[in-house]
């Protein structure tokens, strides 16, 4: 991605960019805070008929019908048995939509020099490179900054973008 996307300058602050961390997996996930409306523990799933694999099912949150993201089967992993009570989602609006992307788990907000900032390498499975946006290179780990926009595309054959 060549331009940076208005959620990363949104989510500068102080030469600092400040991101939502999750895992899945055992990789450090990076959501622009600018892009994220709340963190919730994901209740009762209603199932979606013809839905592509990705999506879950629908949650509803507060009132608001929100649909629930699998971000395991997402990134070609397989999917998790959900505990009760331990699923978690990331909340986020894409226009007019509301949409939960279940993690393994939420981590802290973590401000990361605007200056480590780096393309994502060519050796990221396709995948995976087709839903960052770029890499931070943390002390003991990478940080792969989630394209929220691709995350959340979804062609119209039903299946994942």
Wanted: with cysteine; charged share 20%; aromatic share 4%.
């Amino acid at each position: 991605m060549s331009a940076i996307d208005p959620a990363i300058i949104a989510s500068t602050v102080d030469d600092a960019i400040q991101y939502v961390t999750v895992t899945v997996g055992e990789q450090l996930f990076g959501i622009p805070i600018a892009r994220v409306r709340d963190v919730f523990v994901v209740g009762a799933l209603t199932p979606v008929p013809l839905a592509p694999p990705e999506v879950q099912g629908l949650v509803n949150l507060r009132g608001r019908v929100v649909t629930a993201v699998c971000m395991r089967r997402r990134l070609g992993l397989p999917a998790l048995e959900p505990t009760s009570g331990s699923v978690m989602a990331v909340g986020l609006e894409q226009g007019d939509e509301s949409f939960g992307l279940i993690v393994d788990g939420v981590g802290e907000v973590m401000r990361v020099p605007v200056d480590t900032r780096e393309p994502t390498p060519p050796h990221l499975g396709s995948r995976w490179a087709s839903l960052a946006s770029h890499i931070h290179r943390l002390e003991d780990r990478l940080l792969i900054v989630l394209d929220v926009d691709a995350v959340l595309a979804f062609d119209n054959d039903g299946g994942a973008g």
